[in-house]
């Protein structure tokens, strides 16, 4: 906003006076009343009046109010003073230049319609904007009002004075939040009120919040006055005060500055990521914002943040401006830090399946799964032995379908794989989420198995298998290991049993360091210790007497 006149401000609440803030511009002060205007060569009294003038029966009044020595001649240079409500008027419709979501406009008669851009706002026009809305005005003179969301506006007066030589602009907030920007202008007037304030303001800028009982004030250029009911406090560019109901303006204090946004991408290729600035010391919070780059800005996110982040809300791939404020212990917006950005997010890359991110794969031609997103038609797939995909093993496009079969074994060790959709115009998107996975072939089946039986117990040993892997062991009555199994686990490549009364099946398998289980090996039988029969001893006897 602009200044150059004084206003004062007043939050109501109940029917009573609850904060006062008078916002005066620090220029020159002009009367809040009267149009000056600097006389050219040729120019004189008399034809002045005829052309600015309703009616001229002001003449007389006219005349006195500037006493020029000669009425038909004038110096160039000369200031001529009009009041206001003696200039001839015509209505001067505000026109919208930006808009988004929902918002609407009701005429004075009482009819509503949506908000498009390009429509003329007539005098007694209110605008509605809906949450998570806003609407960009351009009035006459050239200032533009971005309407905020949540917020309810009357065109009070949008009139031309004097055929085009004054704009008088009278807007009044009956809730929510506005922010202008006033060309410099001293022939043209805008008065923004407020259903218990209004203000006059000329080339400045500045931001001012009210709430019922407490106000905010933050200068971004020029200068303000902050005035309570028991006092004032001069604000300079660059600062902000607070103000409570019945009290005085707290002293300026500098405005936060701008956050460092140097580590938000200038690409990003992911409707859904989070962007995320450096933390900005002494600060309560964030005010975020993503507008359109156009040279009227679509304002389309509008929100606070108690982080150093924000989460992109689903746009359309294009170019953006992130603008992101600090905010201070007193709530006091900090100065603005604007970062271009481009979103290329689409088509949208399919979610990965198989194999899963840290999946073990046992097999060395894995079967590649991805889910399908509406928009494709076909795929890109790489694979490579680095995730920075330098290494690639492969690089295939027009991949149809979901699944993707290897034609080549991949060695043991780690891999990484990613996709991306292409749709019916052959835009190929951005890739997803880059998904490593290691090749590990199954444990081979444990050899060399040496069953050991002696008197009282037997030795059972095996190959040993690789460093961290265990043993699974099983015991049964039968060859095909039905019925009853005894299951015993091992760390080291060999068991001790009791000597068996019966002959008992055995069958050994690994226990790689993931809990994957490899095959069992051969099934081997452990023959029970057999006495011999009382007449292999007798016989030898016998024939030894004879």
Known sequence: MAGGRAGRIHARRGGAITALLALALLASPVRAQEWTYTARAGDNLWVLAQEYLVSMRHWAAFRALNPV???????????IRFPVRWLRVQPAPAVVVAASGDSRVATAGGAEAAVAVGAAIPPGARLITGEGSSVVLRFADGSTMLIRPDTEVRMDDLGLYGRAAMVDTRARVQRGRVELDVPPEPRNRLEITTPSASALV????????????????????????????????????????????????????????????????????????????????????????????????????DVPSQVPAVQLPDLPDGRYELRVRALDDLGLEGLDARRTFTLDARPEPPATLEPRPDQIVRVTRPVLRWTEPADAVAYHVQLASDAAFTLLRLDRTGVEGTRLELDEDLAPGVWHWRVASVDAAGEQGPYGDVVQFTVRPSPPAPGGADPRVGENDVLLRWLPGES?????????????????????????????????????????????TDGYRGPFGTPQRIEAPREDPWWLLVVPLLILLL
């Open 69 to 79: 020595p000669d009425p038909r001649r004038m110096r160039p240079g000369t200031r």
């Open 468 to 512: 961290g892997q265990t043993y699974e062991v099983e015991l049964a009555s039968t060859e095909d290991f039905g019925g009853d199994v005894r299951t015993e686990r091992v760390s080291e490549p060999q068991l001790v049993i009791p000597t068996p009364e019966n002959d008992v099946w055995f069958r050994v398998r690994i226990v790689d």
């Open 202 to 301: 000329r080339g400045t800028r500045f931001r001012v919040s009210g709430e019922a009982d407490v106000a905010r004030a933050e200068v971004l250029a020029g200068g303000v006055r902050v005035a309570s009911s028991v006092a004032s406090v001069d604000l300079p560019a660059g600062t902000g005060t607070r103000v409570r109901a019945g009290q005085p303006p707290e002293p300026p204090r500098a405005l936060l500055p701008a956050p460092d946004l140097g580590g938000v991408p200038e690409r990003v290729e992911r409707r859904e990521r989070r962007l995320r600035w450096a933390v900005q010391p002494g600060a309560s919070g964030y005010r975020v914002q993503i507008a359109t780059t156009e040279a009227v800005p679509t304002l389309l996110l």
